[in-house]
């Protein structure tokens, strides 16, 4: 639809990351290495998904791609241990950390309530 568009495919061909239009270096790179955290999470490989994921919160924290990063490494977590507290913990992180973030909105269920 738009130049320049990158896709990533998974083994079986099923698109599973697209980016239409530029970004700058540092978002592009965060949102492709998001994009093989996408991959791994869709075949259930939940520790090579929380690998690209927290590589991109800890390498690419000030784009735009790093608070996505930061709530799929906790789902992943949480898939991989059954542990939920990483989703409590995630949401505080995403409030504390990127409170403007629709990925901090996305985890408002996980919040525990205030007293």
Known sequence: ??????LLLDSSG???W???GYLPKNEFVANLKNGLGRIAFMAKNWVEAEMWYDDVVHHHSETFAAPEAMYWR?????KR??????LTNVAQELEDNY?????????VPWRTPSV
């Open 14 to 16: 099923k698109e599973r």
């Open 18 to 20: 697209r980016n239409e």
């Open 99 to 107: 409170p403007r973030s629709l990925w901090n909105l996305k985890a």
């Open 81 to 86: 241990t059954n542990d939920h507290t990483a």
């Open 1 to 6: 639809m738009w130049t320049p568009t990158a």
């Open 74 to 78: 906790a789902v992943a977590y949480y």
